[in-house]
């Protein structure tokens, strides 16, 4: 015999269905990065209404000090043809019809300044893509134009779309001029077949042009849900306000992505490496164990963090830990199905021949022991004193513990001029 069947039940899961399909989370990670000042906050800002700049010191310098996040949706209109169809409005801005959504993407905003290549590594673990900034009125390249291609090439990032900004501040010839020196630098390397679009960010030009180039090159990788859920973090902070009623604070927020599995309101979490305690007079690192409050996905409250875009989950953790990216760099997952927590690293390296990011060329001589190099794995930067080394195999002591998976590729760079300067990669072995 049939149940029969409750209208006002089958209401709400019609609108529950119905909600769940409007908020789509986003589907891949894409990053931005370049030189400083060459435009990649003005494109997220242009692309997706956000100023990622939040910070004070952000807004106080005019760079990006911090990794910045921006959801767009990508939209196509049904009756335009060619690159004008595609935008980020819900109105067509040729037609005016009602576009489709075709995509949520998750934009990473880095920094571009030298002093602040651990922080862009650090975002490169997030990213499935990349869009490169290179401004139209400066010589190209410019020295972390050519660091920022290189280390998405070490961290393995083969999609990539270059950007050629700032073309309605140049004439015509110095446009081509800087098309053909882009060109000329990319010739060599994995990138050579790269799209480049030029457009402007300030004014919106070739934004069409360059959502649909997104579309067509940066697709949505295969993603891995059923695998333990591994989180990595790039952002940590406490949201709550001073002079706060102690019934209404918050726990602490982890912000990032998932690379793997998923996370779900309700589980119990485990956070590796954790947090800094002193045993026998010594620095250890111990995990953390909490339960996710919620989670929030482009603003909205969602029920579960799966792979694709980033977000965060608000935790029962005290705001005092998480405060000042405390826990950038850790993983979360479930508790005891992470990756171990490493002190020291052995690691099979790979060196490049010259350093890149400096003004001057200079070659990259063998890692010795004793030396003090910056290492990046996923989100986490450390550095590590080299205990040995012999032809490419190098062990390190870090000064702050990772986790990481072993056969994970951990990038190399050594303090030259006062900066640490990329200059190769190893595996955990």
């Not at 001057?360 to 022991?369: A, D, G, H």
Request: glycine share 8%; aromatic share 2%.
């Amino acid at each position: 015999m049939n149940k029969k069947k409750n209208p006002e039940k089958e209401k709400s899961r019609s609108a529950k269905k119905a909600k769940k399909a409007e908020s789509r989370e986003a589907e891949v990670n894409i990053g931005l990065v370049g030189h400083v000042d060459h435009g990649k906050t003005t494109l997220v800002k242009s692309l997706s209404g956000k100023w990622t700049d939040t910070h004070s010191e952000e807004i106080k310098k005019g760079i990006t000090i911090r990794l910045g996040y921006a959801d767009i949706e990508v939209r196509k209109c049904p009756k335009c043809k060619g690159a004008e169809a595609w935008s980020t409005k819900k109105k067509c801005p040729v037609c005016g019809s009602e576009t489709k959504l075709k995509r949520i993407i998750s934009l990473v905003d880095a920094p571009g300044h030298e002093s602040l290549m651990a922080t862009m590594l650090s975002g490169a673990a997030l990213m499935d893509g990349a869009l490169l900034m290179i401004a139209a009125n400066e010589k190209c390249p410019q020295p972390q134009t050519r660091e920022h291609l290189k280390a998405l090439e070490i961290v393995g990032i083969k999609n990539i779309i270059i950007v050629q900004n700032k073309i309605d501040v140049v004439d015509e010839k110095r446009a081509l001029e800087s098309y053909n020196e882009i060109k000329e630098f990319i010739k060599n390397t994995p990138f050579k077949d790269a799209p480049i679009i030029p457009i402007s960010a300030q004014q919106g030009a070739n934004i069409d042009i360059l959502l649909q180039t997104i579309e067509e090159h940066i697709k949505t990788p295969d993603r891995d849900t059923k695998a333990d859920a591994i989180m990595i973090v790039a952002r940590s902070f406490d949201i709550n306000m001073p002079g706060i009623k102690g019934e209404e604070i918050k726990g602490g927020i982890l912000g990032g992505g998932m690379k793997q599995g998923i996370l779900r309101v309700g589980d119990e979490i485990e956070i590796r490496p954790g947090i800094a305690v002193e045993e026998q007079n010594k620095q250890v690192w111990k995990p953390i164990k909490t339960t996710i409050k919620s989670i929030i996905c482009a603003n909205e409250n969602v029920d579960e963090l799966s792979p694709g875009g980033t977000g965060g989950i608000m935790t029962g953790l005290d705001p005092s830990i998480v405060k000042g990216d405390a826990l950038a760099g850790s993983l979360v997952g479930k508790p005891g199905m992470l990756p171990p927590v490493w002190d020291t690293l052995s690691l099979n390296t790979t060196l490049l021949e010259r350093v890149v990011g400096a003004k001057e060329e200079l070659e990259v001589k063998p890692i010795v022991k004793n030396e003090i190099l910056m290492l990046n794995v996923n989100a986490a930067a450390t550095v590590g004193v080299v205990t040995s080394s012999a032809n490419n195999e190098v062990t390190l002591a870090l000064k702050r513990s990772v986790c990481a998976e072993k056969g994970s590729r951990v990038t190399l760079s050594r303090r030259i001029s006062g900066r640490f300067r990329l200059i190769g990669y190893g595996i955990i072995e």
